[in-house]
């Protein structure tokens, strides 16, 4: 069964930090450019940030560059998104998702796997 399994959300104070992980089961991520979104209640699901099937490219949105980075794992089959610097408008649950193909993109439709998501929640 080909799957991503998020973990490591959890509720923290602003200015606090958490780490993501995501890990791939049935399939190996070398071939996959991978992402994280989120999603806030009552708004559309929003790419965070994504890196190249290589590890040699990152992008970031705007909101949240200098505070999160994300790193991918492939001998361990995983992905990570350390966050720092929370701020309350980062709640949200928050999903990885792999895409075949060297460069990623903030573009849903791209994106061949999706997890189930973890909730992120940043008290003020």
């Known amino acids: 069964q080909l799957q991503l399994v998020e973990s490591g959300g959890g509720l923290v104070q602003a200015g606090g930090s958490l780490r993501l992980s995501c890990a791939a089961s049935?399939?190996?991520?070398?071939?996959?450019?991978l992402g994280w979104f989120r999603q806030a209640p009552g708004k559309e699901r929003e790419g965070v940030s994504c890196?190249?099937?290589?590890?040699?490219?990152?992008n970031y949105a705007d909101s949240v560059k200098g505070r999160f980075t994300i790193s991918r794992d492939n001998a361990k089959n995983t992905v990570y998104l350390q966050m720092n610097s929370l701020k309350p408008e980062d709640t949200a649950v928050y999903y990885c998702?792999?895409?075949?193909?060297?460069?990623?993109?903030?573009?849903?439709?791209?994106?061949?796997?999706w997890g189930q998501g973890t909730q992120v929640t940043v008290s003020s």
């Open positions: 998702a792999a895409e075949y193909g060297h460069a990623c993109s903030f573009r849903n439709i791209e994106y061949d796997y």
């Open positions: 049935g399939f190996t991520l070398d071939n996959y450019a």
């Open positions: 890196i190249y099937s290589s590890g040699g490219s990152t």
